[in-house]
């Protein structure tokens, strides 16, 4: 098929640079070239922030004149040349890894929010999952990003007059969008076919370039495929399972596809949520053909090299197929590649009727992980299931903490602020020695603070302006079109999805109490929120019509906004000009929260429950937390707390975050929220930026995931099956013999026999096991091998020495060693006394 219709026109020799810039999105964190697009239409650039679309929309006439224009050609050389150096220079990965990462990394995600622009995102999922790709280009890994492109991605909001949410889709016409097609060694445009029950479905294969970073995207709008598989890509996160599952098809089997039929060999494969894990199972047969071995063999293999990062918080968030659904749709597949649907069930869940992806991404990982250090016990507890008696602090889930790219949400008077002090590169170095702000003066940080503050509000008087609120008010046209907000005001941001266990509605426990902050005369707050629901969840839309109904209250109209079609593009004004952002879900249901996070560079404070990566980063000194210090345990407790950090919410207002923003000292600065915001901007920007988070995936995941996967080769793979089938045959008949127990010094002293059925006693570990009590933290303490009993055959004895504690607090437990394992991800036998 030719690729006309996507080619663009020829360009005036001295622009020719001007479509690799237009082609790459680091134009939208890299605003050096935003005046090359301004000059070419300032409407359209003003409007989209779209690049290419810029481009395409110019004159041919306006093109000559531009190429002819001297101070435009100087700025696009400028610009040309910076781009240049950009993707040549030495990064972090290339001076501190060397080739480790040898054929990169592939990324798989459901959704992508690098730009506005670009809009194949719903929410945190896809902003991080840009951010990751925007950090991984500035830090020089080699990662290949793998997606959907949809025809309308997710939906566009709009409230009617009575506050209900009414939902639009538009197209997404690829020839505006920053994407080409991508082409193979021939040329030709890249397609791939996934098996589908009685026909193929086609794909096409586009490219967006992230920087030094590819993200490449399927969709199945090809006029050769049936009219229903045209529009197994048109929007993201339908409500229909069937298009679901037929969406994971297309990214897991047709992305790892597209991937082998490129030539490309990742070193490491990393899906991000379990939507993409089908991706895993193809890699295995890939390799399995190629190695020509068994499928267990292959995922015993590849498993190594493959991580699974989950953001789910509720085991009810996993998707789950009927197998009757996976049989119809799976079967083609499977067929083609020899596997019984069985075979995929039991890797996901024992053989249970469901298809779990999420079972089946941790039954195809070698490691996986939550997104913060509560996440991690979140994580913890919900897959424990698949671990049988293994209990949930012995789950080897690990944790990186989110980041948000720094550059992408820092407004230009913080970017001229941290130029000053750090210099032009900061925020591609490792940022861990990120200089403080210490020649900044709390006269500079005050006017920072307020010049944001100042375009925020001019900002939403336009947005207000373009919701036609001259048409949709209350009582005043006035206060519904924003000009009733105060430049000088605290202004507090709430912005998310809205659904019920992210509690938007929080504030509005005791309206009295919140009206009286917010018509205070001499303390005034001003809210702006914005946010989504999903177009069936009927609470999250009834939260958003009740926020409409109050904003349109004569005691506080003009002081509460609501700005609808919340977008990146949204999120990176409100987050640049609040004061202080809130966040209240209930624990433990937010696995990180990110939002948070991109007002840390722009000097806004948080005000957050004590759930996410707040838990890690709040301190007294850095803003406020709502139940600050709570437990696990007591975080678990989902639905007995809403009324208590509602009333702590409204203390803090009252008595804490209000006072400071309004206390001035002489010079009429708020010295003490200064100090909070020099604070926060030192200590919290590098560390919750995406280039810390990229830099700890590297080292702590990729790199050891590497090398351990290169001792998997199809003859040590293939042992270690024999190994972990010998241990399956023997283990039913493992039991424990006597155990006894003495004092020995201040410390007791336990002696145990242990029969193995003739399994050597180097493949398995003896511990002593006491869970937390009054008497000390949970223990579990190694037992040490003590020779084989003379007159009891396959029997063995162990000891250990303990601090004391009721004898029946100790549990004995064996369990699987077998250090070139990753256990008990890859092998969970394990038995207890009792």
Excluded at 34 to 47: F, G, K, M, P, Y
């Amino acid at each position: 098929m030719t690729l006309a219709a996507y080619t663009m026109r020829a360009l005036p020799a001295q622009l020719s640079g001007l479509m690799a810039i237009a082609l790459d999105l680091q134009w939208s964190w890299h605003h050096g070239c935003d005046q090359l697009w301004r000059q070419l239409d300032e409407e359209i650039w003003e409007a989209t922030h779209n690049a290419w679309l810029v481009l395409n929309s110019a004159s041919a006439e306006r093109l000559q004149q531009l190429a002819e224009d001297p101070e435009f050609l100087t700025r696009y050389q400028q610009q040309l040349n910076r781009h240049e150096a950009f993707n040549q220079c030495p990064t972090w990965y290339s001076e501190n890894c060397g080739n480790q990462l040898a054929g990169g990394v592939a990324w798989f995600c459901m959704e992508y929010g690098v730009s506005e622009s670009l809009p194949l995102y719903s929410g945190g999922l896809g902003v991080l999952a840009g951010d990751f790709l925007k950090a991984s280009s500035d830090l020089g890994v080699p990662v290949t990003a793998v997606g959907l492109l949809y025809q309308q991605g997710y939906f566009r909001q709009a409230l009617n007059a009575e506050g209900e949410q009414l939902e639009f889709h538009p197209y997404n016409d690829p020839t505006m969008l920053p994407v080409n097609p991508l082409r193979d060694s021939n040329g030709e445009w890249a397609r791939v076919n996934v098996p589908f029950p009685g026909r193929t479905v086609r794909l096409r294969a586009w490219k967006g370039q992230v920087g030094r970073c590819e993200l490449l995207l399927l969709d199945s709008n090809d006029p050769r495929n049936e009219p229903g598989d045209r529009g197994i890509t048109s929007e993201l996160y339908s409500g229909d399972p069937e298009k679901r599952l037929q969406q994971e098809m297309v990214l897991g089997i047709g992305g790892w596809r597209l991937l082998a039929q490129l030539g490309r060999k990742p070193a490491l494969c990393h899906i991000n949520e379990g939507h993409s894990a089908l991706a895993l199972v193809e890699r295995a047969v890939h390799w399995q053909q190629q190695n020509e071995t068994s499928f267990e063999v292959a995922r015993l293999a590849t498993r190594a090299t493959n991580l699974f990062t989950t953001h789910t918080s509720v085991a009810a968030g996993f998707d789950r197929f009927p197998a009757k659904l996976a049989r119809l749709y799976l079967e083609p597949w499977l067929q083609e590649i020899g596997q019984p649907l069985e075979t995929i069930l039991t890797v996901a869940n024992g053989g249970s009727s469901d298809l779990n992806m999420s079972g089946l991404a941790l039954g195809m990982s070698g490691r996986f992980n939550g997104v913060s250090q509560i996440h991690k016990q979140v994580t913890q507890s919900i897959f424990q299931p698949w671990f049988g008696r293994w209990p949930a602090a012995d789950v080897p889930a690990e944790y990186v903490t989110n980041g948000v790219h720094t550059p992408s949400w820092d407004s230009p008077e913080a970017d001229e602020l941290w130029t000053s002090a750090c210099g032009q590169d900061r925020w591609r170095q490792p940022m861990t020695d990120l200089c403080p702000l210490k020649e900044t003066t709390d006269h500079d940080l005050w006017q920072m603070r307020r010049n944001q503050r100042h375009r925020l509000v001019y900002y939403l008087r336009a947005r207000l302006q373009s919701q036609h609120c001259e048409h949709n008010y209350g009582n005043s046209e006035e206060a519904a079109c924003g000009l009733l907000l105060d430049t000088e005001s605290l202004t507090l941001g709430f912005a998310r999805r809205f659904t019920d266990y992210k509690r938007p509605d929080l504030l509005l426990t005791d309206p009295e109490r919140l009206i009286r902050l917010l018509s205070n005369r001499d303390r005034p707050l001003q809210i702006v929120l914005a946010g989504k629901a999903h177009p069936h969840d009927n609470e999250g839309k009834d939260i958003i019509k009740r926020w409409k109904q109050f904003t349109r209250l004569p005691e506080v109209e003009g002081r509460v906004v609501f700005i609808e079609d919340y977008d990146m593009a949204v999120a990176s004004e409100l987050i640049q000009g609040v004061d202080v952002w809130l966040n209240c879900p209930r624990h433990p249901w937010e696995a990180c929260g990110t939002s948070g996070m991109k007002v840390l560079v722009n000097g806004g404070l948080n005000l957050s429950q004590y759930d996410g990566w707040w838990a890690e980063a709040w301190q007294p000194e850095l803003g406020w937390a709502i139940r600050p210090g709570a437990t696990f345990e007591e975080l678990s407790q989902t639905d007995k707390h809403d009324e208590a950090d509602a009333e702590e919410l409204y203390q803090l207002l009252e008595n804490q975050v209000v006072p400071e923003f309004y206390l001035r000292n002489e010079q009429g600065l708020p010295a003490n929220w200064l100090a909070r915001i020099r604070a926060s901007m030192n200590e919290l920007t590098a560390r919750y930026s995406a280039n810390r988070m990229v830099r700890e995936y590297v080292t702590d995941f990729y790199l050891p995931m590497v090398a351990q996967g290169a001792e998997r080769t199809a003859a040590g793979a293939d042992e270690l099956v024999s190994v972990k089938e010998t241990i399956a045959r023997h283990w039913p008949r493992l039991r424990f013999g006597t155990m006894d127990a003495r004092e020995e010094g201040q410390k007791l002293r336990f002696d145990l026999d242990v029969y193995l059925d003739g399994l050597s006693p180097e493949l398995v570990a003896v511990e002593l096991v006491a869970e937390s009590s009054s008497f000390g933290p949970r223990l579990v303490q190694s037992m040490a091998f003590n020779g084989p009993l003379q007159e009891a055959e396959q029997t063995y004895r162990y000891y250990c020495t303990v601090p004391p504690r009721p004898l029946e607090h100790f549990t004995p437990r064996i369990r699987i060693h077998e250090p070139r394992l990753n256990l008990p991800l890859e092998d969970a036998h394990i038995l207890w006394l009792r």
